[in-house]
C-alpha cells in the first residue's frame, strides 16, 4: 500500500465548477505540501500546510492530522486550472502521492 | 531571483555514455534536492543535500548515481554508465528546511534525458 494516495486519479470537470482532491497518507508528518504541474512540466509549489486550512485565490487547502487527510479544492474552476496536482507529505523527507490530473473544459 | 536553473532541458544520448545534470539553486536557500520522475513511478526523491551536505542518498538507484554539491550554489548529478531505464525527466528543487522539516520548495524547470 502506498503511502499517500490521491483521489480521483483523473477528473474532468466543466469550467466554473467546483473540485475537490483528496490526499490520505498513513505516516506521521510535519506538514503537507501540494503541488502543481503544467503540461509543460513545471513544478509549482502551492500549497505547505501542517494545520488547518490556507486560502489562495481560488485554491483552498485543508488538513486534518488526526484523519491523516487532506482535500485541495478549486472555487470557480478555469481552463488554466488543467495540470496534475501532487500530494507530498513530510515526515523528515517528502514522499509524493502518484497525482491527480485534472482537465477543465470551456 | 531566477528561480532553480536546470541544465541542459533536454539531453538525449547513447547507453553506456556519461551523463551530467547540472543546478543552480535560488540563492540562500540552503536544502537542494534532486528528484525523478516517470511515468510507472512518478515523483521520487534521489538525494538531498544540507548545507551542501548529502542528508540522505537512499534514493539513488546505484551505484552508476552520483551527486555533489561543492558550493551553495552549484549541484551535479552524474550518470556513469548511462543506461535506457534511466530515462526520466530530473527535477532539481531548493529550499529552506530544518533537521526534521522540507519546508517550502522551489523547483527547476527538469532535465529531460532520453537514453537510448
Known amino acids: 500500500k502506498n503511502e499517500v494516495e490521491q483521489s480521483p486519479q483523473n477528473l474532468t470537470a466543466q469550467e466554473g465548477e467546483f473540485i475537490t482532491i483528496n490526499c490520505s497518507y498513513s505516516v506521521g508528518i510535519s506538514a503537507l505540501h501540494w503541488l502543481q504541474q503544467h503540461p509543460g512540466g513545471g513544478i509549482v509549489s502551492l500549497f505547505m500546510?501542517?494545520?488547518g486550512k490556507k486560502k489562495h485565490g481560488r485554491l483552498i487547502a485543508t488538513i486534518n492530522i488526526q484523519e491523516k487527510h487532506s482535500s485541495l479544492h478549486i472555487t470557480a474552476s478555469h481552463p488554466r486550472d488543467s495540470a496534475v496536482y501532487i500530494c507530498?507529505?513530510?515526515?523528515?523527507?517528502?514522499?509524493f502521492g502518484t497525482g491527480t490530473r485534472l482537465q477543465v473544459f470551456p | 531571483d531566477a528561480g532553480v536553473i536546470q541544465s541542459p532541458r533536454h539531453e538525449v544520448t547513447e547507453m553506456g555514455q556519461e551523463v551530467t545534470l547540472r543546478c543552480k539553486p535560488i540563492s540562500g536557500h540552503n536544502s537542494l534536492f534532486w528528484y525523478r520522475q516517470t511515468m510507472m513511478r512518478g515523483l521520487e526523491l534521489l538525494i538531498y543535500f544540507n548545507n551542501n551536505v548529502p542528508i540522505d542518498d537512499s534514493g539513488m538507484p546505484e551505484d552508476r548515481f552520483s551527486a555533489k554539491m561543492p558550493n551553495a550554489s552549484f549541484s551535479t548529478l552524474k550518470i556513469q554508465p548511462s543506461e535506457p531505464r534511466d530515462s526520466a525527466v530530473y527535477f532539481c528543487a531548493g529550499g529552506t528546511s530544518g533537521s526534521s522539516y522540507t519546508g517550502e520548495l522551489f523547483f527547476g524547470e527538469g532535465s529531460r534525458l532520453t537514453v537510448l
Open positions: 500546510l501542517s494545520s
Open positions: 507530498a507529505v513530510d515526515p523528515d523527507k517528502l514522499i
